[in-house]
């Protein structure tokens, strides 16, 4: 198993920045595997869309248009921890944000990440409110 814990969340205004962390703890089966992991958000009334992805054993990023040059996906291996730093934000950032996890490597990364049906693992979320 494996258990995802968001925090972070907040309200800021518009413009402001915000720093989201997902917390990992791993069951000794999963002790020694890489992951791919990401930030998902949910906005009222819409569905879940993947925000930002990094793979643990590399480094290795993309992300939404909608974000891209605004969100950075990080993470802190000895910490079992990823982050998503975000600013410049806008009123259209507002959402609950989610962490997941895929265990493993998946060569078809850049395809399969939006994907809400490619994980395995997902955290409660944090919510966040950008104010105009």
């Known amino acids: 198993q494996v258990r995802l814990v968001e925090s972070g969340g907040g309200s800021v205004q518009a413009g402001g920045s915000l720093r989201l962390y997902c917390g990992a703890s791993v069951d000794t089966a999963y002790n020694a595997k890489t992951f791919h992991m990401t930030w998902f958000r949910q906005a009222p009334g819409k569905g879940r869309d993947g925000v930002a992805t990094i793979y643990t054993g590399g480094g290795m990023r993309s992300y939404h248009d909608a974000v891209k040059g605004r969100f950075t996906a990080n993470q802190d291996s000895a910490k079992n921890t990823v982050y998503l730093e975000m600013s410049n934000l806008t009123p259209d950032d507002t959402a609950m944000y989610y962490c997941?996890?895929?265990?493993?490597?998946?060569?078809?990364?850049?395809?399969?990440?939006?994907?809400?049906?490619?994980?395995?693992?997902w955290g409660q979320g944090t919510q966040v409110t950008v104010a105009s």
């Open positions: 997941a996890a895929r265990s493993g490597y998946d060569g078809l990364w850049h395809l399969h990440w939006p994907s809400e049906a490619s994980y395995d693992f």
